[in-house]
């Protein structure tokens, strides 16, 4: 078959990596001059590239770690010590290991006592979601926890992630992030280890494309698929649409190409956008049924450290944003030519103020909260800044959020959907994106 996998995120590429195996050509489509979806790089100079959005993969990732290895990167994937903080009443406290929830004084050590033990007992619970699908995460902390614990540290975590969803969130997405991707063992529960690639993510995209090439396919960045017809007739947009945003009804059409099947990697509001073929309405109102917050990430460039930590979770909710991620403080410095970078983590809802600010309005605005963190912190320390938006980056999981997900088949032999919505009860990242693409290409061949 000759089949279009539109977006050239980790899930497309994968998936077309797995349908070339299998025999088949792949066309490729990606809106973006680049590949890699989130996890993209950009050109921060001098010969460095970084994501447009922070990543590192957990000890658990095994499905992007076998991926490596299969495509002959075994060595690319290196381990290191990570680092972790909670941002309260005014100071940053170390959060990586038993002893610092001991040490957590801005919770009574009754309520950090109950948290440690209500954690244990979750990750020693077994793999079976269920019980969790049904109520929120904020009736489960406050049960299993405590109120102070929701109070101070999950509440304005979930909030500052979910807005206001956060009261309404499911417990199986909390679930998912402390029993399969955060469960430490071993010598982790003394020092979480965090995997990073060698030389950026670029070595691995560069790997599928070439793959993917071999097999007598294309990958066409720069090149949004603008419709899909009736006889999987693919009609693609100009270069250079990526200005006009992620709608993909706004982009000048160049030109048309048929397939014998389809897989769309892209959010649910730009399949529907694209969609010119009739679908199941059960299909259609799952799409509309779930919604998503926008990343806004503001890139630092500094010309000192920010904090000690690679990763602070700001519980303050009157700091504008919900993360500092210093990936100089995973990542060495002097593999960046000695240069220091800083993320400034937010999600947001659709229409939301902030998400109409520049770089330099958007630094302005977190300048107060960025002091609150460091004191000393003045704008003379930023020597470079980077801004990026996702609209859907994150799906909210509310309750019952399991029953609403779309099945990966359409309903349309030879049409799949591979999206974020369908990780589930996993958080989205570049490892379950792996997942999917494989499970998105077995889906198109078993209804071929």
Do not use: N
């Given at each position: 078959m000759?089949?279009?996998?539109?977006?050239?995120?980790?899930?497309?590429?994968?998936?077309?990596?797995?349908?070339?195996?299998?025999?088949?050509?792949?066309?490729?489509?990606?809106?973006?001059?680049?590949?890699?979806?989130?996890?993209?790089?950009?050109?921060v100079g001098h010969g460095h590239l970084l994501e447009r959005y922070y990543h590192h993969l957990f000890t658990s990732d095994r499905h992007i770690a076998e991926l490596y290895d299969e495509l002959g990167l075994p060595d690319e994937l290196e381990w290191l010590p990570s680092s972790v903080a909670f941002f309260l009443e005014?100071?940053?406290?170390?959060?990586?290991?038993?002893?610092?929830?001991?040490?957590?004084?801005?919770?009574?050590?009754?309520?950090?006592?109950?948290?440690?033990?209500?954690?244990?007992?979750?990750?020693?619970?077994?793999?079976?979601?269920?019980?969790?699908?049904?109520?929120?995460?904020?009736?489960?902390?406050?049960?299993?926890?405590?109120?102070?614990?929701?109070?101070?540290?999950?509440?304005?975590?979930?909030?500052?992630?979910?807005?206001?969803?956060?009261?309404?969130?499911s417990m199986a997405w909390l679930w998912g992030k402390?029993?399969?991707?955060?469960?430490?063992?071993?010598?982790?529960?003394?020092?979480?280890?965090?995997?990073?690639?060698?030389?950026?993510?670029?070595?691995?995209?560069?790997?599928?494309?070439?793959?993917?090439?071999?097999?007598?396919?294309?990958?066409?960045?720069?090149?949004?698929?603008?419709?899909?017809?009736?006889?999987?007739?693919?009609?693609?947009?100009?270069?250079g649409s990526f200005r006009s945003g992620h709608d993909p009804r706004a982009y000048e059409a160049a030109g048309s190409e048929r397939y014998d099947a389809v897989v769309a990697t892209v959010p649910n509001d730009v399949f529907r956008g694209l969609l010119d073929l009739e679908l199941a309405p059960g299909y259609l109102e799952r799409l509309d049924r779930i919604e998503y917050h926008t990343a806004l990430c503001l890139l630092l460039e500094l010309d000192r450290s920010f904090t000690p930590f690679y990763w602070t979770n700001i519980a303050d909710p009157e700091l504008p944003f919900v993360g500092v991620i210093e990936h100089t403080n995973l990542i060495a410095p002097e593999r960046y030519g000695g240069r220091r970078f800083l993320y400034v983590a937010n999600y947001l809802a659709p229409g939301h103020e902030l998400l109409s600010l520049d770089a330099d309005a958007l630094l302005e605005r977190y300048a107060p909260g960025l002091r609150r963190i460091n004191p000393g912190f003045d704008r003379a320390w930023v020597k470079e800044r980077w801004l990026h938006r996702e609209p859907a980056a994150q799906p909210i999981v509310t309750v019952g959020y399991g029953e609403r997900i779309p099945p990966l088949q359409t309903?349309?032999?030879?049409?799949?959907?591979?999206n974020t919505t369908q990780i589930y009860p996993e958080d989205r990242g570049t490892n379950y994106a792996v997942r999917l693409g494989t499970d998105a290409a077995g889906a198109l061949l078993s209804n071929a």
């Open positions: 000759r089949i279009a996998v539109i977006g050239a995120g980790v899930a497309g590429l994968t998936c077309a990596y797995r349908l070339t195996q299998a025999g088949h050509a792949c066309d490729v489509y990606e809106r973006w001059p680049g590949l890699g979806g989130m996890a993209a790089t950009l050109d005014g100071r940053s406290w170390p959060f990586t290991t038993p002893l610092h929830l001991l040490r957590f004084s801005p919770l009574s050590l009754r309520s950090r006592l109950r948290m440690g033990v209500a954690v244990l007992r979750l990750q020693r619970g077994g793999d079976d979601v269920a019980p969790f699908e049904r109520m929120t995460a904020r009736a489960w902390i406050r049960d299993a926890m405590g109120a102070e614990a929701y109070e101070k540290v999950w509440g304005p975590l979930l909030r500052g992630k979910f807005g206001d969803r956060a009261d309404d969130i402390l029993t399969m991707r955060r469960k430490l063992q071993g010598k982790e529960s003394r020092q979480e280890l965090l995997g990073y690639p060698r030389h950026s993510w670029e070595p691995l995209f560069g790997a599928l494309q070439e793959r993917i090439e071999a097999g007598g396919g294309r990958v066409l960045i720069d090149r949004p698929v603008k419709r899909l017809s009736a006889g999987f007739e693919i009609s693609y947009g100009a270069p309903g349309v032999p030879g049409l799949v959907l591979a």
